[in-house]
């Protein structure tokens, strides 16, 4: 059965620095591109950080240059190094895994972690 389990998530001072991991299990990691994605209170599911299986990186512009998306296809494991936390990155982050098939997509989710930042 696929899973992705993701942690790292808490409470943080505004301007401080958190780790999120998202580690796989029965699929091929490394063929899939992984993603980060975040549900504020009350707010829609947005993207967060994407890497592709090749390790192309892309950000919402509302983390550029704060966050940094990698993976590591030995451990099957993706993470999201947030630093310089603002409030407003206050959210539930889920991590997604995604592969085209042919005509069909595969996608899997994990059940989120949650992060608090106080002001």
């Known amino acids: 059965q696929v899973q992705l389990a993701e942690s790292g998530g808490g409470l943080v001072q505004a301007g401080g620095s958190l780790r999120l991991s998202c580690v796989a299990s029965?699929?091929?990691?490394?063929?899939?591109?992984m993603y980060w994605y975040r549900q504020p209170p009350g707010k829609q599911r947005e993207l967060v950080a994407a890497?592709?299986?090749?390790?192309?990186?892309n950000y919402a512009d509302s983390v550029n240059g704060r966050f940094t998306i990698s993976r590591d296809n030995v451990k099957n494991t993706a993470y999201l190094q947030m630093n310089s936390l603002k409030p407003e990155d206050a959210a539930v982050y889920y991590c997604n895994a995604h592969r085209a098939v042919g005509m069909a997509d595969l996608d899997f989710w994990g059940q989120g972690t949650q992060v608090i930042v106080a002001s």
């Open positions: 029965e699929i091929a990691f490394a063929t899939y591109a």
């Open positions: 890497i592709t299986s090749g390790g192309t990186t």
